[in-house]
């Protein structure tokens, strides 16, 4: 699945090798993970060697969204009434011969014609790119925190208020009153994992969950899954020690 998903990545080419003039060969790996957060849940990865490579001149450096503003931000959001949706961009970062988890494609040369994991500037240039979208969409980065993008709306009943989109490298989390329209607007430049745009049940590797409180709906944020996760590996370790 992972290697049908970045597949767009790569342009094949047939032509003879010596004549590539700018390019430089790059082997590539698969990562397999545990994610800790999610219930144990099973990832592959694959990535390029960057680390074969000299560092570009274009800075390489992207921020993340901070844990402090998602907190603050969901406190925003319980005073406004704000909704929540949050999605997943798949496979955000997207030559040498093919390796055998390319299936029938081994053995063939391809030239990367996109950001890929473990390239130097992937990271740089997924953040740009997501950036663009999101200033196409009416929304500038908040000078208060890292990766928190708003913009100044105005509620039906007259009431302005402001508008957020949190970005965690490819994790992203909309607040505002109409939240899955704006999803709906990443969407048409990014393809989301499954197709999902829902509230959130998990960010940055914590619960989350709403609960209503004095008549007031309100979202908790805890780290009770990673806890248990953390718990339910130690416990399977231990067996098999």
């Known amino acids: ?33 545990v994610k800790l957060g999610e219930n144990l849940q099973r990832k592959a990865m694959y990535c390029a060697d960057g680390h074969k490579t000299e560092a570009p001149a274009a800075l390489t450096y992207s921020m993340v969204v901070s844990r402090d ?9 319980a005073l406004y009434g704000l909704d929540l949706q949050c ?10 011969p093919a390796g055998p988890e390319s299936g029938e494609e081994e053995g063939k040369v391809f030239i990367v014609r996109r950001a890929l994991y473990g390239l130097k500037s992937s990271s740089a240039a997924f953040r740009s790119h997501l950036a663009e979208t999101f200033e196409d969409l009416g929304f500038s980065l908040s000078t208060a ?9 105005v509620k039906p009943d007259g009431e302005e208020y402001y508008e957020y989109i949190l970005c965690y490298v490819n994790d992203i989390l909309c607040m505002l009153m109409k939240a899955k329209e704006v999803m709906e607007g990443i969407g048409r ?5 499954k197709g999902k745009i829902e509230p959130p049940a998990s960010y940055l590797g914590a619960r989350l969950r709403e609960k209503t409180l004095d008549r007031h709906d309100m979202w908790t944020m805890s780290s009770y899954d990673y806890v248990v996760a953390a718990v339910k590996l130690l416990s399977i370790l231990s067996t098999t020690l």
Do not use: C
């Not at 430049?189 to 994992?193: A, G, L, M, R, Y």
């Open 87 to 96: 999605t997943d961009i798949q496979n955000a970062f997207l030559t040498a």
């Open 69 to 77: 503003s998602v907190q603050i931000l969901l406190m925003i959001a």
């Open 189 to 193: 430049v990014f393809k989301f994992k």
């Open 145 to 153: 925190g890292p990766d928190v993008w708003m913009q100044a709306a």
């Open 1 to 33: 699945m992972e290697m049908k998903n970045n597949r767009i990545a790569f342009e094949e080419f047939d032509g003879d090798i010596e004549k590539l003039m700018g390019y430089k060969k790059i082997t590539g790996h698969l990562v397999f993970h």
